[in-house]
């Protein structure tokens, strides 16, 4: 208790990310989101207000498990249309000063050579402000669409994604030396931009990629974007303590969350990572009035907009599992599929400790789908944050737009004061994000026991 809380705004570039068929609120705006100025005023009201980063999630296929079709998806709302979160970054990042940037991108469709290059241009133009969400994504229909068959199979795809993560280290911190650029006149008098002998071919041939030159761009002011990622199932969580600072973990209630979260340290320590550096944070929402009462009375209006069976499209989407054909009072239990395992996996009895039904699990009725829920006052949902931070042993949270721009809007207003008067928000942000993040390293680059630094 005590240390700052990891505070980000939570996303998508659609119609509707976690806040299933609150779209139909009157006055919600994601409808917006195809426009400019939706995003750089989204941007400014967190960079504002003191927010560590805005975070954006992404998917690259059709949400069509459940009934085996889209038209599901379509219909509700659910992650679609959806557009790339990618291109929005420049133009959120001229229009603050300190906010940090998350961005979502597949290690199974990318390559890295190109990825390394897109990554440390942004990083340039948020002079040191970007983060890389590391996926290899779920979707069946991303694959088909994407040149394969079917989908890489589960563990398979982590395999390729380790040695993705090697190359674009190799490209960021290998390639060209820190002092490369001379852009002058050397002391022979020779005017030159680039030293050659300062810059180097990285030689990768590997199993799944050959990746034989040099990077093509100068370091960025951070060389390696802060590393996010969500993996919690027994292959994730092993790729997440080897790679990622910032982990978006998953639990049934904060019993289980404290599991997956010491899990992953105690793997990080035998990566030969120091435990304690890592970071977790989980998705909340937050509904909040002036007083309990008003708290209660817009749970319930936003409640009354909120769409169980939305929350069942995506779910069936992320575990690759069509519960389309099932009952929402079923027994929840895992099956192995080549889609999310551990979002699945959380509710099985075996791992949790009880029996959650698809609709306790999907939707319960205290919240809003999967991610966890604060309701009251400032001073109670400040409880409860600090309460749900200490019992899951997390170190932040991923906010959700419940309903846009008004979650946000009475969030900073009401709770945000009172977290600061409890000296949980930091006082400034660092200069880059991950100085943001982890002030105690006072560095913009990886930790010096990050793999990064070994390959």
């Known amino acids: 208790m005590g240390q700052h809380i990891i505070l980000n705004g939570f996303t998508m570039a659609t119609v509707s990310h976690l806040n299933y068929g609150l779209w139909r609120h009157p006055a919600d705006q994601t409808y917006r989101y195809k426009d400019i100025i939706y995003w750089t005023e989204l941007a400014r009201t967190l960079d504002d207000a003191g927010f560590d980063a805005l975070f954006i999630a992404d998917a690259l296929g059709q949400i069509d498990v459940y009934g085996n079709s889209p038209d599901a998806a379509l219909k509700h709302g659910i992650q679609s249309p959806l557009i790339d979160p990618v291109l929005l970054v420049s133009a959120m990042a001229a229009a603050t000063t300190s906010l940090g940037f998350g961005i979502t991108l597949s290690t199974t469709y990318e390559h890295p050579y190109l990825l390394a290059r897109k990554l440390t241009t942004l990083d340039h133009l948020t002079k040191g402000r970007l983060g890389w969400n590391i996926v290899t994504s779920q979707q069946e229909s991303a694959a088909r669409n994407l040149g394969l068959d079917h989908q890489i199979p589960h563990d398979e795809r982590y395999d390729r994604a380790d040695e993705f993560m090697d190359i674009v280290y190799k490209l960021w911190l290998k390639s060209w030396e820190e002092d490369a650029v001379i852009r002058g006149q050397t002391a022979s008098g020779e005017w030159i931009y680039t030293d050659p002998a300062k810059v180097h071919p990285i030689r990768h041939d590997g199993q799944y990629y050959r990746v034989p030159d040099g990077h093509t761009a100068e370091p960025s002011p951070q060389r390696v974007p802060v590393l996010l990622q969500a993996g919690a199932s027994a292959r994730g969580g092993a790729f997440a303590a080897r790679h990622a600072e910032v982990i978006f973990v998953v639990g049934a209630g904060a019993e289980g969350t404290r599991k997956n979260v010491r899990r992953i340290r105690e793997e990080a320590a035998r990566e030969g990572r120091d435990p304690d550096s890592l970071r977790f944070i989980c998705a909340a929402a937050v509904v909040v009035g002036e ?165």
């Open 291 to 455: 007083t309990e009462e008003e708290a209660i009375r817009k749970f319930a209006e936003y409640k009354a907009f909120y769409d169980a069976t939305g929350s069942l499209i995506h779910y069936s989407s992320m575990t690759g599992v069509d519960f389309s054909k099932n009952q929402t009072d079923e027994v929840l239990t895992y099956r192995p599929t080549e889609a999310s395992q551990s979002v699945l996996e959380q509710f099985d009895p075996a791992i949790s400790g009880r029996s959650w039904t698809i609709a306790e699990a999907t939707s319960p009725a205290e919240g809003f789908g999967r991610a966890k829920t604060f309701v009251g006052s400032p001073e109670t949902v400040a409880d409860q944050i600090e309460l749900w931070l200490e019992e899951s042993e997390t170190d932040g949270l991923n906010l959700i737009q419940l309903v846009n721009p008004d979650s946000y809007n009475d969030f900073i207003r009401l709770v945000l004061p009172e977290l600061k008067r409890r000296g949980r928000i930091r006082p400034k942000p660092g200069k880059t994000l991950r100085e943001s993040l982890f002030p105690q390293n006072a560095s913009a680059h990886p930790s010096a026991d990050h793999p990064a630094w070994r390959c």
